[in-house]
């Protein structure tokens, strides 16, 4: 791990702190309308693989009921998820609360997108070169086709940026995810898929 990573792994806890508070009422307004539209939980938490496959909580805000089939089993995600939780997704708000990630140090502003932690035993030795940085709020595959890329090209993406990862690369990144935030249409088309099951792609290519 560079001095540049490591510089930045001590800085971001302090800076997404100062984050959290100057968005606090955004939070606690989001916080409310989910408690309106859903109930309770507010954050979802789910398990997932972090910095040398070290299994953290991982959190965001909640955009899916509960609802189930007659059968007890859950819809699918997009039969779930409200219109508040739609809009959530269209402007990634439902990303704040991983800023508590990296308060506790379990995510960075910038890293390949942490995967849930059932995901651990199917990587391939040049995949798992992922989890040699902290996962990230933004990354290089989120901001060059996001659920639109197939599981070989976002881990593609993800090696790229750990092998080249740099200030002037996280410059390039930080200004591609604002343009994207502000490319509705592209973000409509990507917050509407959802990634196919590891599991079953990689027993598919084998």
Not at 52 to 80: S, V
Not at 172 to 196: E, G, R, Y
Request: hydrophobic residues 40%.
């Amino acid at each position: 791990m560079n001095i540049y990573i490591k510089f930045r792994y001590l800085v971001e806890p302090i800076l997404a702190s100062l984050l959290l508070i100057l968005i606090s009422p955004l939070f606690i307004g989001i916080s409310i309308l989910i408690t309106l539209n859903m109930g309770s939980p507010v954050i979802f938490a789910q398990c997932r693989t972090g910095l040398n496959n070290h299994p953290f909580n991982f959190y965001k805000f909640r955009t899916m009921t509960n609802k189930t089939d007659q059968k007890g089993q859950l819809l699918p995600d997009m039969a779930r998820t409200t219109k508040l939780g739609h809009f959530l997704r269209q402007t990634s708000l439902d990303e704040l609360p991983q800023l508590i990630n990296i308060i506790k140090g379990d995510m960075s502003l910038i890293g390949p997108r942490p995967l849930i932690a059932e995901y651990i035993d199917y990587y391939t030795p040049s995949q798992k070169k992922r989890h040699t940085l902290k996962p990230g709020i933004t990354g290089w595959a989120q901001v060059n086709g996001r659920n639109t890329l197939s599981w070989d090209e976002k881990f593609a993406l993800d090696i790229d940026y750990t092998n080249q990862v740099s200030f002037l690369f996280d410059c390039k990144v930080i200004l591609k995810t604002f343009t994207t935030l502000f490319a509705t249409q592209s973000i409509n088309h990507s917050a509407k898929q959802t990634m196919p099951d590891l599991r079953t792609y990689q027993a598919q290519v084998k």
